[in-house]
């Protein structure tokens, strides 16, 4: 006996990297560029991209932008599409890290949300730190 589910095509929506991370001196723009996929079996129909704070429930800063379309009407299967996030923090913006979303939305059926940080600087020189473990 073999059982059979035999399911409507749907997008499946992939972006890589699975996050960004900008740094930025006050009073300059910065840009990190994403890439939107469709590896799944059907077009991706009615999208809205939309950049909201850390908690998803308003609005990202002013300052950061998408430079790609808001909306797309279709995406097809084994489209690419690349949407760049731009930083332009104005003078006045206090130093700090502001995290934020990038939402995805098909009217078609699945939505994914990406993170992204942007350090903003003065002076555009911040401290790194690495932990390295040797396991052998």
Same mark, same amino acid.
């Given at each position: 006996r073999v059982d059979l589910v035999v399911q409507n095509p749907? *997008? %499946?929506l992939v972006v890589t990297p699975n996050g960004a991370t900008i740094g930025v001196v006050r009073g300059t723009q910065a840009q990190a560029v994403l890439t939107l996929t469709n590896p799944g079996f059907a077009?991706?129909?009615g999208l809205e991209l939309r950049l909201v704070n850390e908690? +998803?429930? !308003? *609005?990202? *800063?002013?300052? /950061?932008? /998408? !430079?790609a379309a808001a909306q797309v009407a279709s995406f097809p299967v084994g489209g690419s599409l690349?949407? *760049?996030l731009n930083a332009a923090p104005p003078a006045s =913006? %206090?130093? +700090? =890290?502001? #995290? !934020? #979303?990038?939402?995805i939305a098909a009217a078609s059926g699945g939505s994914l949300v990406v993170p992204f940080a942007v350090n903003v600087t003065q002076s555009g020189q911040g401290? =790194? %730190?690495f932990h390295v473990e040797d396991i052998y």
């Open positions: 749907q *997008p %499946a077009p991706a129909t908690a +998803g429930t !308003g *609005p990202a *800063p002013a300052w /950061l932008s /998408l !430079g690349e949407i *760049p =913006v %206090a130093d +700090g =890290v502001y #995290r !934020g #979303r990038l939402s401290n =790194v %730190a």
